[in-house]
């Protein structure tokens, strides 16, 4: 059984002061929506985009949460759609489109790779002298991780050649094939299997609904040395990877387009964005769908982006309620801090202390 979070007490007091740096995909939420709501009629029953579409202009926004409301808000710097964010003490990243920017006192550095399709996460090593940051590039379904001394791609992880090699066309539901592999592609035609190669990936991308997994996060395990933990969004699952082998084993599933799996506590959590639930692997999780604050065309819809465990609670970003959820789920309260209706928040860290503000704060036209 799921706890229903709305029988949960309300209350503003029960979490500290909070500094959050936001990714804000776009500040044209409504667009989005729009585009979610007409991929619920893929032929394919993918959500999400059937065709490549301009990015948007989004922005990093520093916010400032206290006693239920957002106290103060600023926005740092605008981005071609940013959606991976991560903070480790004085060094932040923060991807666009198809490029990472680590941000440090000294300046600030950018990594590319043709491969960098639609970045959705960024993850440091370690909390305090991270010399290692990992990549989710969903638009190709890879993972890579990178050295922080001289920016050098150490590990590299294809869906394709992992097991998740079956897109989809989202305009006919057929099954599609990808690969890199100028070789296997002419073993599919061969064999007369629907395929696409994508040998040239600065030429070619691949829209939501078409991709084969869609990995939209991926952290290091921090129960299981030398493990990930990545979200396949079509999969509706979390899998752990050993980074050695590239096998795969899964460790949370039955979710509907879920974001966001990481370590909580002595378990495994999840954001079951269209089941509108956060989903833990011990215990069933807390569900939204009672919780009020909806627009009345989306009232059987849930959309939770994210959730991200912090020391004293837990932030889910509620999209279709435009507010942060904060959590405590041992004491059963919560509370609702409202949001820019605008914003197509896509991802948060903590801001910690004034010294990581500050850092933040120095790169308004540095990005």
């Known amino acids: 059984m799921y706890s229903d979070i709305s029988k949960y007490k309300k209350n503003s007091r029960f979490y500290k002061p909070k500094s959050l740096l936001l990714t804000v995909k776009s500040f044209e939420l409504e667009k989005i ?6 991929s619920r009629k893929n032929k394919s029953g993918r959500v999400g985009s059937v065709e490549r579409r301009d990015a948007a202009r989004g922005g990093l926004v520093l916010v400032n949460i206290e006693d239920g409301y957002i106290s103060g808000h600023e926005v740092i710097s605008f981005l071609t759609e940013p959606r991976g964010i991560d903070v480790c003490g004085d060094v932040v990243a923060v991807s666009s489109e198809n490029a990472i920017h680590i941000i440090r006192r000294d300046g600030t550095e950018r990594i590319d790779n043709p491969w960098f399709s639609y970045i959705h996460t960024l993850c440091f090593n370690r909390r305090h002298e991270p010399d290692r ?3 989710s590039s969903s638009g190709f379904d890879c993972l890579f991780e990178y050295e922080l001394e001289n920016y050098t791609k150490t590990w590299e992880w294809f869906a394709w050649e992992h097991g998740f090699q079956q897109g989809l066309d989202p305009l006919t539901g057929k099954e599609l094939y990808l690969t890199r592999n100028v070789l296997e592609a002419s073993e599919f035609r061969k064999a007369g299997k629907e395929y696409l190669l994508i040998s040239d990936p600065e030429k070619k991308t691949l829209p939501t609904a078409q991709r084969a997994a869609f990995i939209n996060s991926v952290v290091y395990d921090h129960m299981k040395p030398g493990k990930l933990l990545a979200t396949f969004f079509h999969d509706g699952a979390v899998y752990r990877i050993d980074m050695q082998s590239g096998k795969s084993e899964m460790i ?4 509907s387009s879920p974001h966001g799996g990481r370590n909580y506590r002595d378990e495994y959590m ?13 215990s069933s999780g807390i569900s939204f769908r009672n919780l009020p604050g909806k627009p009345e065309e989306l009232s059987e819809l849930e959309w939770l982006q994210n959730s991200v465990p912090l020391n004293d609670c837990i932030i889910t970003i509620d999209a279709n309620r435009n507010s942060f959820v904060i959590i405590d ?8 801090v ?7 928040i896509q991802d948060m860290a903590e801001a910690g202390n004034e010294e990581t503000r500050e850092l933040v704060k120095s790169i308004r036209d540095s990005l």
């Not at 999840?270 to 011990?282: L, Q």
């Open 270 to 282: 999840a954001t079951d964005t269209a089941g509108g639930r956060i989903c833990f692997s011990k």
């Open 338 to 344: 409202t949001y820019d209706p605008n914003w197509a």
């Open 33 to 38: 929506r729009k585009r979610y709501l007409e």
């Open 252 to 255: 949370i599933g039955g979710m």
């Open 133 to 135: 940051l990992l990549v």
């Open 329 to 336: 789920p041992v004491r059963r309260l919560y509370d609702m």
